[in-house]
């Protein structure tokens, strides 16, 4: 698995385990689909709950102005932040 197929794959299991949704698997949640409104339907404070995991599974902050809508949209541009973020950072936990 690669480093970016792997920050696909934690990302999912996180939309699921944090978010508690229940009846869905990670590998059913489509990389490009939406994640907020008519894709997974997560709100504000999904959102919210999404960026405190996100910042404790990857070792990384996200600032308040960093939460956008691209950011955001789906798990691939979701798993592109992160993949951006840790090498910037040169963080240990990038792909494990």
Do not use: C, W, Y
Request: no cysteine; proline share 3%.
């Amino acid at each position: 698995m690669s480093e970016t197929q792997a920050i696909h794959s934690r990302i999912k299991h996180l939309l699921v385990d944090v978010l508690h949704l229940e009846g869905l698997a990670p590998s059913k949640i489509a990389d490009d689909a939406p994640l907020f409104g008519e894709g997974l339907g997560l709100d504000s404070v999904d959102a919210l709950e999404l960026v405190v995991a996100l910042e404790k599974e990857f070792g990384i902050r996200i600032q308040n102005h960093e939460v956008g809508k691209e950011a955001f949209a789906s798990v691939s541009a979701l798993a592109a932040f992160i993949d951006g973020r840790l090498a910037v950072a040169g963080n240990p936990n990038a792909g494990s």
